[in-house]
């Protein structure tokens, strides 16, 4: 079993921040790219931000200069930093690894997502 667990969801004012943790475990050999998804109330999911094992990122173009992801690959942790946060990124936020399990197959993993609420 691979699992993905976010962590630093919450509350927060608009204007303020918040750090987006995503930690795997579980057996596998390595997790290739990692991603951010966001769902706000009614809406699809939507890809905030991607990061390959490489370190190569792509960011939806609303996040550029907001958001910005990392990751660590020896704890195989991916981060989401989010600033100047605004009542529209309200939403569950998922984490997203393409993960090679032991058994050499690639598995697509999510994890449970954490609420981020900005509001006043």
């Known amino acids: 079993q691979v699992q993905l667990v976010e962590s630093g969801g919450g509350l927060v004012q608009p204007g303020g921040s918040l750090r987006l943790s995503c930690a795997a475990s579980?057996?596998?050999?390595?997790?290739?790219?990692m991603s951010w998804y966001r769902q706000a109330p009614g809406k699809e999911r939507e890809l905030v931000a991607a990061i390959t094992s490489d370190g190569r990122i792509d960011y939806r173009d609303y996040e550029k200069g907001r958001f910005t992801i990392s990751r660590d690959n020896a704890k195989n942790t991916v981060y989401l930093q989010m600033n100047s946060l605004k009542p529209e990124d309200t939403a569950v936020y998922y984490c997203n690894g393409r993960v090679l399990h032991l058994s050499r197959r690639y598995l697509e993993v999510w994890g449970q997502g954490t609420l981020v609420t900005v509001s006043s």
């Open positions: 579980g057996s596998f050999f390595s997790i290739d790219d």
